[in-house]
């Protein structure tokens, strides 16, 4: 039987993008059906090891993926040797400690939390905004006396170590927000896929060492740090949040991935974007991204992103690809 042009055009475009098409462009609810599938954790830095552990944990245990995130980064929020997250994160550059953290479900419902100090769980309290409040974003002493209401401890985060690394810094407190090796670099924006194929994400920082009071990045605003569209696929940003919000990173790479790009042609494109808009010397940003169907991507501005993938019954670290050679 000849094959009509429209018939054509619209085989091609199943044929090639497949997954990646809204159910809406399609007409029909491939997306939205749901089938267990292998549950996929990624995320950023080689603290994403730990993190995807116990975020695997849960996804094994039949747990949902908005349990598994938060479960995740909260491994390096506690943890003292990870100095760019909650407890043990270099400080600001008059010493305090500020917090930025966002988690987003499948339901597309999110919580944020910007400029948060003395909590050791910042992604713990923007779940509580998710669930408790009628609203997205709490920040400052708002966000810390619901914190305190909601139960969280007060605690003093700066610890020797990064106390030490401050007072160094201050002699000669020259300010340089690069981030371009695994020594100086910021973040953990993790991703879980369930295995009721529901997605959901988490990002948490100390954001930038010896960054202006009040500064707050790229990793509590949903759409730059962390976007997740059920229907489609989700990412998450880590590096210098400033180029993230200028572009609206992750949320422009879950729409790139509704287009029908992949999840790795994606992050490319976000990254070209940031590129374009020049002023990119020695500046740092990875993208991490995972679509509906369990395909991911990785890509950074520079050598050096390194991102955990856990998938398959493997746990392993690799280096993304980047664009500037
Ligand atoms: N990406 C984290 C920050 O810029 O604060």
Redesign the pocket.
């Known amino acids: 039987m000849p094959t009509t042009r429209r018939q054509f055009i619209t085989q091609s475009l199943i044929g090639t993008a497949g997954l990646s098409l809204s159910p809406k462009i399609l007409g029909q609810n491939t997306l939205t059906e749901k089938k267990a599938v292998e549950p996929l954790v990624i995320s950023t830095w080689s603290h994403g090891i730990p993190a995807n552990e116990a975020a695997m944990k849960i996804l094994q245990d039949k747990g949902k993926a908005i349990d598994a995130v938060e479960a995740g980064v909260r491994v390096p929020e506690a943890d003292p040797e990870a100095t760019?997250v909650g407890y043990g994160g270099l400080p600001d550059r008059d010493g305090n400690v500020t917090l930025?953290a966002c988690i987003m479900n499948e339901k597309g419902d999110c919580g944020s939390v910007a400029f948060l100090q003395h909590i050791k769980h910042p992604i713990s309290v923007a779940r509580k905004v998710m669930d408790e409040t009628p609203h997205v974003m709490l920040s400052g002493e708002g966000a810390l006396r619901f914190a305190l209401e909601q139960g969280f401890k007060k605690e003093d985060l700066l610890t020797e170590n990064a106390k030490q690394k401050w007072e160094a810094w201050k002699k000669e407190a020259d300010y340089h927000?690069w981030?371009y090796d695994e020594h100086n670099h910021?973040?953990i924006?993790l991703l879980a896929l369930d295995i009721q194929q529901d997605l959901s994400g988490a990002?948490t920082?100390?954001?930038?060492a010896y960054?202006m009071h009040g500064?707050?990045?790229?990793?509590p605003i949903i759409g730059a740090?962390l976007f997740v569209d059920n229907e489609i696929g989700a990412a998450t940003?880590?590096?210098?949040?400033?180029l993230?919000?200028k572009t609206l990173g992750s949320f422009l790479i879950v729409e790139l991935m509704r287009q029908g790009m992949t999840p790795q042609k994606a992050c490319q494109e976000a990254i070209a974007r940031i590129a374009q808009r020049g002023d990119i010397k020695r500046m740092q940003?990875g993208y991490l991204a995972v679509n509906k169907a369990g395909e991911y991507g990785a890509y950074a501005l520079r050598p050096g992103f390194e991102y955990a993938l856990y998938h398959k019954g493997e746990n392993k670290l690799y280096e993304a690809d980047y664009l500037q050679r």
């Open positions: 760019s930025d927000p981030i910021d973040t924006g990002c920082t100390s954001g930038l960054k500064r707050v990045g790229d990793s740090g940003a880590t590096g210098v949040g400033e993230v919000m940003v």
